[in-house]
Nanobody, 118 residues
Framework: QVQLVESGGGVVQPGGSLTLSCAAS????????MGWYRQAPGKERELVAS???????NYADSVQGRFTISRDSSIKTIYLQMNQLKPEDTAVYYC????????????WGQGTQVTVSS
């Protein structure tokens, strides 16, 4: 059974930092591309950052230069280091694990709330 457990969300002031973690179980971690998505109230879920099985990272334009995604295969965990946070970064952040065929192997965590507010 695949499980993705996020942690690290919270409330932070604009300009602050947070680090999200996602621990995976029930998967062969090296076979999965991993990513972080977010969904703000009334908006579609959007990709924030992703990392391939080879460690190649991809970022949304809105977070480029502020966020960093990383993966630690030894403990099946990915991280999202978020710096210079803005109010518009407020959302529920979801961890995702996927591999081909995606219609079969596309897994989500339960989400963790990030609120950026003064």
């Amino acid at each position: 059974q695949v499980q993705l457990v996020e942690s690290g969300g919270g409330v932070v002031q604009p300009g602050g930092s947070l680090t999200l973690s996602c621990a995976a179980s029930g998967v062969i971690f090296s076979m999965y591309d991993m990513g972080w998505y977010r969904q703000a109230p009334g908006k579609e879920r959007e990709l924030v950052a992703s990392t391939t099985t080879r460690g190649r990272a991809n970022y949304a334009d809105s977070v480029q230069g502020r966020f960093t995604i990383s993966r630690d295969s030894s403990i099946k965990t990915i991280y999202l280091q978020m710096n210079q946070l803005k109010p518009e970064d407020t959302a529920v952040y979801y961890c995702n694990a996927r591999r081909p065929p995606i219609r079969v192997y596309n897994h989500w965590g339960q989400g963790t709330q990030v609120t950026v507010s003064s």
